[in-house]
T-cell receptor, first 115, second 112 residues
Framework: AQSVTQLGSHVSVSEGALVLLRCNYSSSVPPYLFWYVQYPNQGLQLLLKYTTGATLVKGINGFEAEFKKSETSFHLTKPSAHMSDAAEYFCAVRSGGTSYGKLTFGQGTILTVHP | ETGVTQSPTHLIKTRGQQVTLRCSSQSGHNTVSWYQQALGQGPQFIFQYYREEENGRGNFPPRFSGLQFPNYSSELNVNALELDDSALYLC???????????FGPGTRLLVL
């Protein structure tokens, strides 16, 4: 079975500071990994995804994430936070090779950005 | 290109009633997945429909059922509503069953 753990339910940074949101996963097969962002009262927007190939993936709005198999991690980073980055972020895993695309999500991390 | 749309945006029901939520998939997508997101939680997979057939199901009771239509739009039906069914219901569409999922804005259901 797959599972996702997001370390830190709340992260607070100053505008211009580094953003680091942590995600660890458990999967019995090579995982496909995703980060989604959710703004208040909205659905989920895809930020970036890892399927195969390059382990450092770049997404929208300056975010990137690195797949580290040895650490079973897929942490999300952004060099310089902007006020508009304030939202809730979800890491998700889908197991490759299944016949259907069930996503298993973490509990989410709320990012607050201070001026 | 139109994204995923859901209706209604908000809904209030009483315990024991039945509810139908609707989802229109993104153009060209033949797969729809439904998720339940309780307050303060991550989304949980309910089921997926691929080419009008249920293609996978999460840990939800049979009173959660669905349909997919020939135009690939979908419905989620919940019978005998319980207070714990209060949540944001998210629909996601994808090109194929195992492809990247794109989410709609959700329907917020409140059961009183």
């Amino acid at each position: 079975a797959q599972s996702v753990t997001q370390l830190g339910s709340h992260v607070s940074v100053s505008e211009g500071a580094l953003v680091l949101l942590r995600c660890n996963y458990s999967s019995s097969v090579p995982p496909y990994l995703f980060w989604y962002v959710q703004y208040p009262n909205q659905g989920l927007q895809l930020l970036l995804k890892y399927t195969t190939g390059a382990t450092l993936v770049k997404g929208i709005n300056g975010f990137e994430a690195e797949f580290k198999k040895s650490e079973t991690s897929f942490h999300l980073t952004k060099p310089s936070a902007h006020m508009s980055d304030a939202a809730e972020y979800f890491c998700a895993v889908r197991s490759g090779g299944t016949s259907y695309g069930k996503l298993t999500f973490g509990q989410g991390t709320i990012l607050t950005v201070h001026p | 290109e139109t994204g995923v749309t859901q209706s209604p945006t908000h809904l209030i029901k009483t315990r024991g009633q039945q509810v139908t939520l609707r989802c229109s998939s993104q153009s060209g997508h033949n797969t729809v997945s439904w998720y339940q997101q309780a307050l303060g939680q991550g989304p949980q997979f309910i089921f997926q429909y691929y080419r009008e057939e249920e293609n996978g199901r999460g840990n939800f009771p049979p009173r959660f059922s669905g349909l997919q239509f020939p135009n690939y739009s979908s419905e989620l039906n919940v019978n005998a509503l319980e207070l714990d069914d209060s949540a944001l219901y998210l629909c996601a569409s994808s090109l194929k069953a195992i492809e990247t999922q794109y989410f709609g804005p959700g329907t917020r259901l409140l059961v009183l």
